[in-house]
């Protein structure tokens, strides 16, 4: 008989390690395991170190079982099972993931509790698995990537649009592992009747690239509507309803923006490319591109508006409402295309976080929202919310329906 799934370890505090955490540890102890002294110090004081309204509600309302560490033993001894929730970064050098960090884990895994189970979280390439248990790794590793949008992660967690598993297929002991896995994510859900799909491990790697694949595929279909519009002079929205009144294309998932950006989609985009060398001259790489064309198309619509004597404001530099997270920002990409043409003494920053980016650009960094709007003429703003509504006719954005 397997041992009760009760004490976990989550390596990682990210947004898939923070919020799988916090939700498992409804029911069960659970440690995070970070290098981050911050962010350590801010779950233990029950703080959320990610922009995430749930979570932070969680940490003040629910009596949790979780505790935040940089001890490995502490995280790992006496684990029965161990959550692997970091990042993989893409290599542009080698052109893929850097998977070392993960490799690492499994091993200590392997010296530290070597009976505990491995589920793996983090975006893997295709074929990793196999590759590592060939090499006489642990044999009790499913693979279960998130489908998680940011500032809204715990509340994916809690109501999954579906649980995906990499298994072994022909190992009775994988299989038991996915069943009790799915038992414990289901003990805390508030959606308790999702679909859950158990494959190959491969076909999950996949299902976890093609997926982030298509979205970005998605969000670069759009754009490239919207570059057409900007070109013609044609109205973006109605083009957009029209097309989207279509229930196989539907209404979601289709706002203009300055490009996608984020942690995810650019990096899972470039690694199908290398993992599937055919879609070099497909639909991904083609993705790619509309990406890099879409901060051209939209410097050359500034130009037409906005002249050098004008002060720009540009407002936030994360690519969604309610994040944090500038890696891979267009509305960066598109600053310092401003900063070469404008100048920067021509533009000012408005933003909560990122004051160290600014500087590294040179650019006037304003935390107070009022002086911000009296000292623009012009305010860029790859996203529209409450505070600048107030001056919505000096705002260039290329947002038509307010979301993400």
Excluded: W
């Excluded at 962010?39 to 009596?63: C, G, H, L, Q």
């Excluded at 960090?101 to 979280?121: E, M, T």
């Excluded at 090499?135 to 998130?146: A, D, F, S, T």
């Excluded at 989609?265 to 060398?277: F, G, T």
């Amino acid at each position: 008989m397997f041992i009760i799934m009760n004490r976990i370890a989550v390596v990682g505090a990210g947004y898939v390690g923070l919020s799988i955490a916090t939700m498992l540890s409804i029911n069960n102890k659970v440690t995070i395991l970070d290098i981050d002294e911050q962010k350590i110090n801010a779950i233990n004081n029950r703080k959320s170190p990610i922009v995430d309204d749930r979570i932070n509600y969680f940490f003040y309302n629910y009596e949790l079982n979780l505790e935040a560490t940089k001890e490995l033993s502490e995280a790992l001894d006496n684990s029965n099972i161990v959550i692997i929730s970091l990042p993989t970064d893409y290599n542009e050098d080698n052109q893929n993931f850097d998977i070392s960090c993960i490799d690492d884990y499994i091993n200590k895994v392997g010296q530290y509790c070597p009976d505990a189970f491995i589920v793996i979280k983090s975006t893997l390439p295709i074929g990793y698995i196999e590759k590592i248990r060939k090499r006489g790794v642990l044999n009790q590793i499913i693979y279960c990537p998130e489908f998680l949008r940011e500032s809204s992660a715990l509340y994916d967690c809690m109501n999954p649009s579906r649980v995906v598993i990499g298994i072994d297929k022909l190992s009775a002991q994988c299989k038991m592992i996915a069943e009790q896995y799915i038992e414990l994510i289901r003990s805390v859900t508030e959606e308790k009747d999702f679909d859950v799909f158990i494959t190959s491990y491969l076909e999950a790697e996949s299902i976890k690239l093609f997926s982030n694949a298509y979205l970005a595929m998605r969000v670069a279909f759009f754009n490239e509507l919207d570059n057409f519009a900007i070109i013609n002079n044609a109205n973006c929205e109605d083009i957009i309803n029209g097309v989207c009144a279509d229930p196989r294309i539907g209404k979601y998932y289709n706002n203009p923006s300055f490009g996608y950006g984020g942690y995810c989609l650019p990096k899972d985009v470039k690694e199908l490319i290398s993992c599937y060398p055919i879609s070099k001259e497909c639909i991904f790489s083609s993705t790619l591109c509309s990406n890099r064309l879409r901060i051209d198309i939209i410097m050359s619509d500034i130009k037409k508006f906005i002249s050098k004597n004008d002060m720009i404001g540009v407002y936030k530099l994360a690519m969604k409402k309610k994040s944090d997270n500038i890696r891979n920002s267009t509305t960066i990409s598109l600053l310092c295309e401003l900063v070469k043409y404008y100048g920067r003494d021509n533009i000012i920053v408005f933003d909560h976080e990122y004051a160290d980016c600014l500087e590294v650009l040179g650019v006037e960094y304003v935390s107070d929202i009022e002086e911000f709007k009296r000292r623009t003429d012009v305010i860029i703003a790859n996203r529209i919310d409450k505070a600048i509504e107030d001056v919505i006719d000096k705002v260039y954005s290329r947002d038509i329906f307010g979301r993400d």
